[in-house]
């Protein structure tokens, strides 16, 4: 008997609509039939449509258009958004556009770039700041100024996704032209060669956990949602150095993440090691500096070799990142944590042992992004203080200074805060505001000479900064560097041909140095930027 209810259902289905009111004898029972079997072909038609979006977004969901550096949030596309329109539905002209290759998605993405800048100090710099060598005032540099064109701070970026199960995968790769070869000038060609921004690789498991390896933003910088990798809060500006204040590297990393119901986040990260050092006085013998023996050789292999750059490459351990984010359902909250290793040596002597000198640092830190009026209005604050922090703040600073007896590398006492401002003014015009202070404690010794040593020691003499070309060697520890800064960026045209951006921006900088004998010197710099910037569609 079923099986014959189901051939009638079946047969009747087929029918054309309207089929079974031909004939007039049909009685009211079976009339009844036919608006209920259509009302079944009905309710089947919208199934298989719904059927349909869903197998649409499966294929197409969780990819990733690569974000500009613009931090502004019109420039920053969503995490999780679809490369082609659902059924019925025109594809937005801020969509991703990317295309399939072998099961997997790549996604393009960018922008062209070309800038103008004037300093009213000379800092021979292009697109960064240099803020620990600000001009002093008097100097020759503070009575030149500074006009340079650059497009290197264009960008390219290349997103890759596939799926393994039910796990996501994800790779990334970025790049722009502020890289410099031994014979790169801006003579003739000023053939600049490309620099590795960022390249990592991910794995999306549904239940929360994701992991990512490679080389990518540190796990300091605050997100603007979640804790997830193209998500930075970074300032808006054309400053290729940011805003003092503002906490980053973009070093090779290993990063675990737990997401809880898209509410908390927390994630552990190691973090590729680096440090630097100032110090009046360097003891003999110390190895692991960056004019040490073992920085002096191999040079295609070592970045920090001496004159080249601060950095040592001995080090104990990789730097341990820790931070918990949070959604309460206003706003974007976090707190960081940062622990640190350096280490150095005095070498053997026919008359002295050698010995390895190993110490810590540390780091605690926040971040907030606020929204206000319906997000016409978004203010973001952050910070972090600790101690041997430097590496991880725009200005640069140092991270440790050296005891004159021992050698050892003493982390500096360091703090910095960072605050923002930006209001969408309309859909086409983005204003901002920035303002950072950086500031690195005096931890100062008396070498065995009784001279200065150590860092900001109250015993370095200015007394002979009295004219220009003193000026133009004297020298000091910095104490504090700050700046303040506003802009806009103007979309000129946005569309399925991608985007057109113009920012002017204007900021002033400021470095004081440690006291000592005589009047500490000091400089300030003003720059002003304007851009124009195309991105990829």
Same mark, same amino acid.
């Given at each position: 008997?079923?099986?014959?209810? %189901?051939?009638?259902?079946? &047969?009747?289905?087929?029918?054309?609509?309207? *089929?079974?009111?031909?004939?007039?004898?049909?009685?009211?029972?079976?009339? !009844?039939?036919?608006?209920?079997?259509?009302?079944?072909?009905?309710?089947?038609?919208?199934?298989?449509?719904?059927?349909?979006?869903?197998?649409?977004?499966?294929?197409?969901?969780?990819?990733?258009?690569?974000?500009?550096?613009?931090?502004?949030?019109?420039?920053?596309?969503?995490?999780?958004?679809?490369?082609?329109?659902?059924?019925?539905? !025109?594809?937005?002209?801020?969509?991703?556009?990317?295309?399939?290759?072998?099961?997997?998605?790549?996604?393009?993405?960018?922008?062209?770039?070309?800038?103008?800048?004037?300093?009213?100090?000379?800092?021979?710099?292009?697109?960064?700041?240099?803020?620990?060598?600000?001009?002093?005032?008097?100097?020759?540099?503070?009575?030149?100024?500074?006009?340079?064109?650059?497009?290197?701070?264009?960008?390219?970026?290349?997103?890759?996704?596939?799926? %393994?199960?039910?796990?996501?995968?994800?790779?990334?790769?970025?790049?722009?032209?502020?890289?410099?070869?031994?014979?790169?000038?801006?003579?003739?060609?000023?053939?600049?060669?490309?620099? =590795?921004?960022?390249?990592?690789?991910?794995?999306?498991?549904?239940? /929360?956990?994701?992991?990512?390896?490679?080389?990518?933003?540190?796990?300091?910088?605050?997100?603007?949602?979640?804790?997830?990798?193209?998500?930075?809060?970074?300032?808006?500006? !054309?400053?290729?150095?940011?805003?003092?204040?503002?906490?980053?590297?973009?070093?090779?990393? $290993?990063?675990?993440?737990?997401?809880? +119901?898209?509410? $908390?986040?927390?994630?552990?990260?190691?973090?590729?090691?680096?440090?630097?050092?100032?110090?009046?006085? #360097?003891?003999?013998?110390?190895?692991?500096?960056?004019?040490?023996?073992? *920085?002096?050789?191999?040079?295609?292999?070592?970045?920090?070799?001496?004159?080249?750059?601060?950095?040592?490459?001995?080090?104990?351990?990789?730097?341990?990142?820790?931070? $918990? &984010?949070?959604?309460?359902?206003?706003? +974007?909250?976090?707190?960081?944590? %940062?622990?640190?290793?350096?280490?150095?040596?005095?070498?053997?002597?026919?008359?002295?042992?050698? +010995?390895?000198?190993?110490?810590?640092?540390?780091?605690?830190?926040? /971040?907030? =992004?606020?929204?206000?009026?319906?997000?016409?209005?978004? #203010?973001?604050? !952050?910070?972090?203080?600790?101690?041997?922090?430097?590496?991880?703040?725009?200005?640069?600073?140092?991270?440790?200074?050296?005891?004159?007896?021992?050698?050892?590398?003493?982390?500096?006492?360091?703090?910095?805060?960072?605050?923002?401002?930006?209001? +969408?003014?309309?859909?086409?015009?983005?204003?901002?505001?920035? /303002?950072?202070?950086?500031?690195?404690?005096?931890? *100062?010794?008396?070498?065995?000479?009784? *001279?200065? &040593?150590?860092?900001?020691?109250?015993? $370095?003499?200015?007394?002979?900064?009295?004219?220009?070309?003193?000026?133009?060697?004297?020298?000091? &520890?910095?104490?504090?560097?700050?700046?303040?800064?506003?802009?806009?960026?103007?979309?000129?045209?946005?569309?399925?041909?991608?985007?057109?951006?113009?920012?002017?921006?204007?900021?002033?900088?400021?470095?004081?140095?440690?006291?000592?004998? /005589?009047?500490?010197?000091?400089?300030?710099?003003?720059?002003?930027?304007?851009?124009?910037?195309?991105?990829?569609?």
């Amino acid at each position: 008997m079923r099986r014959m209810v %189901l051939s009638l259902i079946v &047969a009747l289905l087929a029918l054309p609509p309207g *089929a079974l009111s031909q004939s007039s004898n049909q009685d009211s029972t079976i009339a !009844e039939l036919q608006r209920q079997l259509e009302e079944m072909r009905s309710q089947m038609a919208k199934m298989q449509n719904r059927i349909t979006e869903l197998e649409e977004a499966k294929e197409s969901a969780a990819v990733i258009k690569p974000s500009p550096d613009s931090i502004l949030p019109q420039n920053q596309i969503r995490s999780a958004q679809a490369v082609r329109p659902q059924r019925n539905e !025109e594809k937005s002209p801020e969509e991703a556009t990317s295309f399939r290759y072998k099961g997997i998605t790549l996604t393009p993405g960018g922008f062209l770039e070309s800038t103008i800048l004037v300093r009213t100090r000379n800092e021979n710099a292009d697109m960064a700041n240099s803020y620990t060598t600000i001009p002093l005032n008097g100097s020759s540099n503070a009575n030149l100024s500074e006009f340079r064109g650059t497009v290197r701070n264009s960008e390219l970026s290349l997103m890759i996704q596939g799926s %393994l199960g039910s796990t996501n995968l994800k790779g990334y790769v970025e790049t722009d032209f502020l890289g410099a070869a031994p014979t790169a000038n801006y003579l003739e060609s000023s053939s600049w060669t490309p620099r =590795l921004r960022q390249m990592w690789v991910q794995f999306d498991r549904p239940s /929360g956990w994701t992991i990512t390896l490679g080389q990518m933003w540190s796990l300091l910088t605050t997100n603007r949602e979640g804790i997830a990798n193209l998500t930075e809060l970074r300032p808006g500006g !054309e400053d290729g150095n940011y805003v003092v204040g503002f906490t980053w590297t973009r070093e090779k990393a $290993v990063r675990v993440t737990r997401n809880f +119901h898209d509410k $908390v986040w927390a994630a552990l990260a190691l973090e590729d090691p680096e440090s630097t050092y100032s110090a009046a006085f #360097v003891p003999s013998n110390v190895m692991g500096l960056n004019t040490s023996p073992n *920085a002096a050789s191999g040079v295609n292999l070592l970045p920090f070799l001496a004159n080249y750059s601060n950095g040592q490459a001995t080090t104990l351990a990789p730097d341990l990142l820790a931070k $918990v &984010a949070f959604e309460p359902g206003w706003g +974007h909250f976090e707190i960081k944590a %940062l622990g640190r290793f350096f280490r150095d040596r005095i070498a053997s002597t026919a008359t002295a042992k050698g +010995h390895t000198n190993v110490t810590e640092g540390y780091g605690v830190g926040f /971040g907030a =992004l606020m929204p206000f009026g319906n997000r016409k209005l978004e #203010v973001s604050l !952050e910070g972090l203080l600790g101690q041997g922090i430097g590496r991880y703040g725009s200005s640069g600073l140092a991270d440790v200074t050296l005891d004159p007896a021992t050698g050892a590398m003493r982390p500096l006492r360091q703090a910095w805060v960072m605050g923002g401002v930006i209001y +969408h003014r309309m859909s086409r015009l983005d204003l901002y505001a920035y /303002g950072g202070d950086e500031y690195i404690g005096r931890y *100062a010794f008396v070498s065995p000479t009784g *001279a200065a &040593a150590g860092y900001g020691s109250s015993l $370095v003499d200015y007394t002979s900064c009295t004219n220009e070309v003193a000026l133009n060697a004297c020298n000091g &520890a910095n104490r504090n560097i700050y700046e303040g800064t506003v802009g806009y960026w103007y979309r000129l045209y946005g569309g399925e041909h991608g985007r057109i951006e113009h920012g002017n921006q204007i900021l002033y900088m400021h470095r004081n140095l440690w006291s000592g004998i /005589g009047g500490a010197p000091r400089g300030g710099d003003i720059v002003a930027y304007s851009t124009l910037r195309f991105y990829l569609p």
